[in-house]
C-alpha cells in the first residue's frame, strides 16, 4: 500500500549479439563502476552476462548487430515478443555495417571462394551440418524486420553514449545524446 | 540612402547585397541553413533539396532565391529539420555509407549534417546497391558507394579545371551516377591531377588521396571539434 516502504521494482533487461563483434557489449561493460548503480534499477534476462538462454517478459530489450542467418531473426523476434522497448545499439544493428559488407556479392560465391578455392585455407568443403543456422542472402538492418523503438548509433556507441541513454530512458526521458555522444564510427 | 536592406530568418535580421540569395547572405551572417550540394565557390545546382527553408510561407531553396528585403524566412523549424531529416536518410539506404572504415567520417558534410539533424537510424530499408571503386589513378581513389551526386566535381573540373572530367549520368535512383570522360570510364585513363580543385571538392568520402586515410585521430577531425552548424564559412576547402 505505501510505495515509499518497498523499493521499486527493477526493470528487467535483456541483452545479446546477433551478427555483431560483441563490441557493443565491450562498450557497456565500459560504463565500468557505473554499472553497479545501474544494477540498483535494473536485472539482467537473457544476455552473455548471465548466460540465460531464452528471453522472458523483459521491460528492455539492448540488440547488437544485424541479421546475417536464420537464427539472427528467430532470436530477434524472440526479444520483440517479450520485451516491451526494444533497441538497436550500434553500426550492424542500425544499417547492418560489416557483416553487411558482403551484400554486393553473390553469397555462394563467397561460401566457395572461403571454404573450397581460396588458396591458403583448407578447402574442407562449404559446412552443411544440421545445427549450422542457413546464412541469409543478404545482411539486414534489424529495424527491416521488426518495430524497433530507440536506435543507438556509433560502432561502438561510447560508453558515455550507452549511459547518457539508458539513464535518460530510465529516468523517463526521452534519450537524447547530441554532439560528441552521437557518431556512426 | 538604405545601402543594406535585410529580410528575417528564424527571427533575426539577416543584411544583403541585391543579387545574394538567401543563402549566401545567411553563411555570410555566419548563419546555418543545412546543404550538401552548394558550395560558396559555385553557382548553385539546387539537387539536394536540404537547404528548403519556407520563405513567405511557401517551401524554396535557399541556395537559389534571392533574398529580398522583407522577407520572412523559416529555417530551422521542427518542421523544416523532420524534412531534412528524411532525405538524408534517403541518401543513407540509396548508398553503402559505412561510416566506421570511411576515410572522410568526422570531416564529412553528410555525417556532420545527419547529426546536425539527429538522425538516429536510416528509417527506411537499405538499397545496398552495388558500386564498384575506381582505384585505378595513382593518387587518388574513386569510393562511389558514398556518392550523394551532389555534382560539385563536375562543377569544379568544368569551371576551374577546365578538364570536364566527371559528368553526371544514367537515370532513376541507382542508375544515376557520376561518370568519368575517359573511353574506359577509368580515372587513371584521364589527365586529373591531386593538385585539381575537384581533387579537394567532395563533400563525401568519394574522390579520396591514397595513402593518406585517418591521418587525424577520432576526436580531433574537423566535426568531432564543434557541429557543422557552428562551423559556417564562407570560404571552405
Redesign the interface.
Known amino acids: 500500500m505505501n510505495a515509499s516502504m518497498s523499493a521499486p521494482r527493477k526493470l528487467r533487461v535483456a541483452t545479446t549479439s546477433l551478427a555483431g563483434c560483441f563490441g557493443c557489449h565491450m562498450s557497456f561493460l565500459d560504463i565500468d563502476e557505473r554499472i553497479l548503480k545501474l544494477l540498483d534499477l535494473i536485472e539482467f534476462d537473457r544476455s552473455p552476462l548471465t548466460d540465460i538462454k531464452y528471453c522472458g517478459p523483459c521491460d528492455l530489450g539492448l540488440i547488437e548487430g544485424g541479421l546475417c542467418n536464420a537464427e539472427n531473426v528467430h532470436v530477434l523476434r524472440e526479444f520483440r515478443k517479450n520485451c516491451k522497448i526494444l533497441v ?1 545499439v550500434g ?1 550492424c544493428a ?5 557483416p ?2 558482403r ?2 556479392l553473390d553469397l555462394r560465391d563467397v561460401l566457395e571462394e572461403v571454404y573450397q578455392t581460396e588458396p591458403g585455407l583448407s578447402h574442407g568443403g562449404v559446412p552443411n551440418d544440421p545445427e549450422l543456422p542457413l546464412p541469409l542472402n ?1 545482411v ?2 534489424i ?2 524486420v521488426v518495430k ?1 523503438d ?4 556509433g ?1 561502438p556507441p561510447p560508453a558515455d553514449a550507452i549511459w547518457k541513454f539508458l539513464t535518460d530512458l530510465l529516468a523517463g526521458r526521452t534519450p ?1 545524446l547530441g ?2 555522444l ?4 | 540612402m538604405n545601402t543594406t536592406s535585410t529580410f528575417n530568418l528564424d527571427s533575426e535580421d539577416i543584411p544583403f547585397t541585391p543579387g545574394q540569395t538567401i543563402m549566401q547572405a545567411a553563411t555570410a551572417h555566419g548563419t546555418y541553413i543545412p546543404h550538401l550540394c552548394w558550395h560558396p565557390d559555385f553557382s548553385a545546382h539546387g539537387s539536394c533539396k536540404l537547404c528548403t527553408v519556407k520563405v513567405n510561407g511557401r517551401f524554396g531553396s535557399s541556395c537559389t532565391i534571392e533574398a529580398q528585403p522583407g522577407m520572412e524566412v523559416e529555417n530551422r523549424t521542427t518542421e523544416l529539420d523532420d524534412k531534412r531529416r528524411t532525405l538524408v536518410q534517403m541518401l543513407f539506404v540509396e548508398g553503402n555509407h559505412f561510416c566506421p572504415s570511411c576515410e572522410k567520417s568526422g570531416n564529412c558534410a553528410l555525417q556532420a549534417t545527419a547529426y546536425e539533424l539527429n538522425m538516429m537510424s536510416p528509417h527506411f530499408d537499405m538499397f545496398y546497391p552495388d558500386r564498384p571503386v575506381d582505384a585505378s589513378h595513382p593518387d587518388i581513389l574513386l569510393d562511389f558507394n558514398r556518392c550523394i551526386m551532389c555534382a560539385l566535381c563536375v562543377a569544379a573540373s568544368r569551371d576551374v579545371d577546365g578538364k570536364n572530367i566527371f559528368s553526371m549520368g544514367g537515370r532513376g535512383l541507382l542508375g544515376r551516377r557520376v561518370h568519368i570522360s575517359s573511353e574506359s570510364g577509368k580515372l587513371g585513363d584521364t589527365d586529373f591531377a591531386v593538385t585539381d580543385r575537384a581533387a579537394s571538392i567532395c563533400p563525401v568520402g568519394v574522390i579520396v588521396p591514397k595513402r593518406k586515410g585517418f591521418a587525424v585521430p577520432i576526436g580531433q577531425r574537423t566535426y568531432d571539434l564543434a557541429p557543422i552548424s557552428k562551423q559556417v564559412k564562407e570560404t571552405m576547402p
Open positions: 538497436a553500426a542500425i544499417n547492418g555495417g560489416l553487411a559488407q551484400n554486393h543478404k539486414h538492418p529495424h527491416e524497433v530507440y536506435f543507438l548509433p560502432c537524447t554532439h560528441g552521437l557518431h556512426y564510427d
